[in-house]
């Protein structure tokens, strides 16, 4: 089936340092990839949708300049969060959608436990 | 607005059965996913109903009524590793998953 790649699984960093993760579509090509956020014991919050080739459309309340969002092939999507504060200690997961022609399911990457020290 | 409406948590005991119900009011539809997720994990797939109608996988069932916005999914023969969390999402008009808050199942011996 399906699988989507997430990377790294874990990252320990600085204060003010910036940290990209890495989201990868392995077998189907992805136009539309979603990043998520997820706080301990509390659902999935979507913080940007990701778009090959275009600007990713960022969901209310998320920043923008500090979320970065590249989509630069059909099978790449890079999240980075620049200069990462203690509060942005979360896991983040990517996921893909097959297109909507098959099945339209949703992919989730492992996901990347982030912590800000 | 687009709502989703799931308990928050649920308890059973090992080898019954338990129903995890799900309403949305979206705008639009074009399917409903129950989602599987473990503490620390990523969530994993369990269903997608896009018709009217019960669709049986193994242990796990899933149940749908657009009529009624509403959802269910079944989980028989319950086992210790399926304490986890169950998430029920609806994708809307523009293909967007809506995502309800999810429900912690625990499962007692």
């Known amino acids: 089936g399906a699988v989507v790649s997430q990377h790294p699984s874990w990252v320990i960093c600085k204060s003010g340092t910036s940290v990209k993760i890495e989201c990868r579509s392995l077998d189907f090509q992805a136009t539309t990839m979603f990043w998520y956020r997820q706080f301990p014991k509390q659902s999935l919050m979507l913080m940007a949708t990701?778009?090959?080739?275009?600007?990713?459309?960022?969901e209310q309340g998320v920043e923008k300049d500090k979320f970065l969002i590249n989509h630069a092939s059909l099978t790449l999507s890079t999240l980075t969060v620049t200069s990462a504060h203690p509060e942005d200690s979360s896991f983040y997961i990517c996921s893909a959608r097959q297109p909507v022609a098959d099945t339209g399911e949703l992919f989730f990457g492992e996901g990347s436990r982030l912590t800000v020290l | 607005g687009q709502n989703i409406d799931q308990p928050t948590e649920m308890t059973a005991t090992e080898g019954a059965i338990v129903q995890i119900n799900c309403t949305y009011q979206t705008s639009g539809f074009n399917g409903l996913f129950w989602y599987q997720q473990h503490a620390g994990e990523a969530p994993t797939f369990l269903s997608y109903n896009v018709l009217d109608g019960l669709e049986e996988k193994g242990r796990f069932s899933s149940f749908l009524s657009r009529s009624k916005g509403y959802s269910y999914l079944l989980l028989k023969e319950l086992q210790m590793k399926d304490s986890a969390s169950y998430l029920c999402?609806?994708?809307?008009?523009?293909?967007?998953?809506?995502w309800g808050a999810g429900t912690k199942l625990i499962i007692k011996p």
């Open positions: 999402a609806v994708m809307d008009s523009n293909y967007q998953l809506i």
């Open positions: 990701s778009n090959e080739g275009s600007k990713a459309t960022y």
